[in-house]
């Protein structure tokens, strides 16, 4: 577990990638991510780092979900409904 998270963190700390893309080269599910990221974002905020989160947005309005607290996808937009959302992208600097 501790290596999987420090293996994120070196990633983040390289290039910008979203859940999918960890998901992808660490081999585990996409919600394995979310459960990891609040951990992340702690565990660099203690080493004076800071995960830089890019927010989903709305592809269809382009409403950006900035206040969003948590990291999973969010279903569909509040302010126009519609379901095509870019996903959010995280870096650590
Ligand atoms: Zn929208």
Sequence with gaps: MT???QRMIE?????ELDAL???QILSIREKEV?????????SVAAAGETLVIHP????N???TF????RFNRPGRCPRCR???IRMATYIIR
Aim: net charge negative.
């Design 82 to 84: 519609e379901g095509h």
């Design 61 to 63: 309005c382009e409403y």
């Design 21 to 23: 893309d960890l998901s």
């Design 3 to 5: 290596t999987l998270r």
């Design 11 to 15: 990633l983040l700390r390289e290039e």
């Design 66 to 69: 900035k206040e969003r607290s």
């Design 56 to 59: 989903y947005v709305c592809l």
């Design 34 to 42: 979310y459960e990891h990221l609040p951990h992340i974002a702690k």
